[in-house]
């Protein structure tokens, strides 16, 4: 990684017209204007710190953030309990040993501390032409706040193979997570994550994913619990035909933030891409972050892309920032799109409702489910679809309460 030379010293006031860009330029400094150009490094020092100026820390509580600027010491902040998983956690990964680093590359400190605080990967593989019918539920509990923990898990669906993977987080620490992802030609993967932590928990995690020939990833980011919450899913669809659909939920109480820094690259041809993140806030400080970015590769030729992300805001000093991105490099394209909406509730809709003899208290619960659970839907496992349902109706109850 190269680290960029300094900015130039403020000029000194004069009456000619003064072009800051031009400055800049001069100096050889170029601000990382997209998400493909951030630098890489293994090597947590050649990020150094974040001052919260940068483009993929400018909206994060740096400042609550330091534990997971160097690597763990004892690393015991969480526990993992592998459950019907077991049967598919192959020999741990050193680094260098593929598939971990496949794919992988860290972008910013966090994901380098987590890489070099896990001398051994988890390794998670699915046997080729196997069908998983029931999702493998991996549980990862925290042991207390002050507590530290880094990993990187790998998740490897081989040809042909089908499987549902949940990785659902309990408890509190402070947690610095990778998760690399590979479907391999003509697999079908799912990977969940859920985080239900304790208010004071803080959980950064980097998911990057690499989605081969004929392939289909669907991700998914359900966010209710944790004081700092940052999840980034990096997919690139790489080989051609391959599928990839990204969707997330969160429910940002107050004082809680919640963020996903999304990256969809379409790389091969005739990929599609659909990314769907949805989030609701309430309480004085609640605050979601969402960064999409779409990338459609000059090889992408036959894409179709979209991606979009709806906030609900529902009380007064909530906040939802939303930034939508998208980069063409070919012009032979099947579509390609994103939205962006954030807002509070349709007074029309609830009007309607009471008209009809419905209470404004359960109006507005009517309106919040109907805006969230779409995502939920998306899943296509029941018994999570009921519990995650429940999740919203807690937070609903909390605001009425």
Request: charged letters at 20%; glycine letters at 10%.
């Amino acid at each position: 990684m190269t680290a960029p030379t300094t900015a130039p010293a403020e000029a000194q006031h004069t009456n000619a017209h003064v072009d800051p860009a031009a400055q800049v330029f001069a100096t050889g400094f170029v601000p990382v204007q997209t998400r493909s150009e951030r630098p890489h490094s293994f090597e947590p020092a050649d990020f150094g710190a974040p001052s919260g100026r940068e483009v993929n820390w400018k909206h994060t509580p740096v400042a609550r953030l330091t534990s997971l600027f160097a690597v763990a010491g004892e690393n015991d902040g969480v526990s993992y309990d592998f459950g019907s998983a077991e049967q598919y956690v192959s020999d741990p990964l050193a680094a260098g040993t593929a598939p971990r680093g496949d794919f992988f590359r860290p972008e910013d400190i966090v994901s380098a501390v987590a890489w070099q605080g896990s001398p051994q990967a988890t390794h998670i593989r699915i046997p080729s032409e196997v069908e998983v019918a029931e999702p493998l539920l991996v549980t990862i509990t925290g042991h207390g706040a002050e507590r530290r923990a880094d990993a990187h898990i790998v998740i490897e669906a081989m040809p042909h193979s089908s499987a549902t993977v949940v990785l659902q987080h309990t408890g509190s620490a402070q947690y610095a997570q990778n998760v690399e992802i590979i479907a391999r030609d003509g697999s079908k993967l799912t990977v969940i994550s859920l985080q239900q932590w304790q208010d004071d928990a803080v959980h950064m995690a980097s998911h990057q994913a690499r989605v081969d020939a004929d392939a289909t990833l669907k991700h998914f980011v359900f966010t209710f619990g944790g004081g700092v919450v940052r999840v980034n899913p990096n997919i690139e669809l790489a080989g051609t035909g391959s599928e990839g659909y990204l969707n997330g939920l969160s429910y940002a109480d107050a004082g809680q933030h919640f963020e996903s820094q999304v990256f969809l690259h379409h790389k091969g041809a005739h990929t599609t891409g659909d990314v769907l993140y949805k989030g609701a806030l309430q309480g004085a400080g609640a605050h979601s972050v969402w960064i999409g970015d779409v990338l459609i590769g000059p090889d992408a030729t036959g894409t179709d892309s979209y991606e979009a992300n709806r906030n609900l805001v529902l009380t007064e000093g909530a906040r939802a920032d939303s930034i939508p991105n998208l980069e063409i490099q070919t012009g032979d394209i099947q579509g390609a799109g994103h939205a962006s909406a954030t807002g509070r509730f349709d007074d029309e809709q609830l009007f309607y409702l009471q008209a009809r003899g419905i209470t404004e208290e359960e109006a507005r619960r009517l309106v919040v489910l109907g805006f969230l659970t779409d995502i939920v839907q998306r899943l296509g496992i029941p018994a999570l679809e009921a519990e995650l349902l429940a999740a919203i109706e807690a937070e609903l109850a909390a605001v009425t309460a």
